[in-house]
């Protein structure tokens, strides 16, 4: 029987697993929809639905696993149930992760402002860019696929007749379960040194507006601290992934510490629930829609009360 604990901490990452699922199923269908209805998909527009999609993948896969964990730990020990889940899981966080590093470089080279010839030169040829990462991030999915795969054979030979919370404390696993990882730590700092780039942009460009603009001076401030702002909480929540990463895998090697791991797993999961609201807010297609979404269900609901009295 759960704790107190570990059922609040259950009842918290379930909740943002169904916000996250809402808010990607949401910028998923009203881009596609988009997409139809012009009949072209725009660089932008293919980036947000890679990303909503792989982000609703990643939130399945990611709860999922963490139930057969705490409520059906044996389940790892038959068949071929951890195989799959730790394949999909893999294959889902790394298109996360490479769509994501796509969004930031896509940013960096629309709004950033910087007069070197390198940055200009890739300023023209942002779609030559975009295929180049997409590329890389491909070649370094088929690397740490194959590793995954000889690593999950040698831990299934090694740890056969053990419990997923039982795995002996040594530092072959860690050490594994990082080499898996390396790929995806690397577009981590791409992405964090394209935020950082923005900011730096973004904070030259507002010094040389107080310094030149006298008329429009407050608005254009607010817009781009906002901007600033986003790009900080994006930041925070890429870092809090990568700390419920750590801790989850870490979870490996200590027994029976579920509250530490739900707690991971609240870490993981809150990336991709928190940021599709922050994408939406900043995006105008996307919050018109969703305000037209609520007055329709407010009006729906107007409606039942109505018949209902």
């Known amino acids: 029987m759960p704790s107190a604990v570990e059922i609040f901490l259950i009842f918290v990452a379930t909740s943002e697993s169904v916000l996250g699922l809402l808010g990607n199923g949401f ?21 947000l639905t890679g990303l909503a999609i792989s982000r609703f993948c990643f939130i399945w896969i990611t709860i999922l696993d963490g139930y057969i964990r705490i409520f059906f730990p ?23 992760i490479s769509f994501t590093t796509s969004l930031s470089i ?12 390198t940055f200009l030169w890739l300023k023209r040829r942002i779609n030559t860019v975009f295929t180049f990462v997409m590329g890389c991030m491909l070649l370094s999915f088929v690397f740490h696929f194959q590793l995954d795969v000889k690593i999950t054979s040698h831990e299934k030979v090694t740890y056969r007749n053990t419990s997923w919370w039982l795995h002996p404390h040594n530092r072959e696993y860690f050490t ?16 964090v040194i394209m935020c950082i780039l923005l900011i730096f942009s973004l904070w030259r460009h507002h010094k040389k507006m107080q310094m030149n603009v006298t008329g429009f001076r407050d608005f254009t401030t607010k817009a781009h601290m906002k901007a600033v702002k986003v790009l900080i909480v994006f930041i925070i929540l890429y870092a809090l992934y990568f700390i419920g990463v750590i801790i989850q895998t870490s979870c490996a090697i200590v027994p029976e510490n579920k509250p530490l791991f739900l707690f991971g797993l609240i870490n ?21 829609t969703s305000l037209r979404v609520v007055r329709q269900l407010k009006c729906c609901e107007k409606r039942q009360n109505l018949r209902v009295t």
């Open 268 to 288: 993981v999961v809150a990336s991709p629930f928190v940021h599709p609201f922050i994408l939406i807010l900043g995006n105008s297609q996307l919050k018109q």
């Open 176 to 191: 594994d379960h990082l080499l898996i990882n390396l790929g995806v730590i690397f577009f981590f700092f791409v992405t």
């Open 106 to 117: 896509f940013y960096f080279l629309k709004i950033a402002n910087f007069s070197h010839c």
């Open 74 to 96: 044996d389940t790892y020990n038959f068949g071929n149930t951890m195989d799959y889940i730790f394949y999909s899981w893999t294959a889902f966080n790394h298109s996360t």
């Open 27 to 47: 910028i998923g269908l009203v881009n596609c929809t988009d997409c139809v209805k012009k009949k072209k998909c725009s660089l932008i527009c293919f980036i």
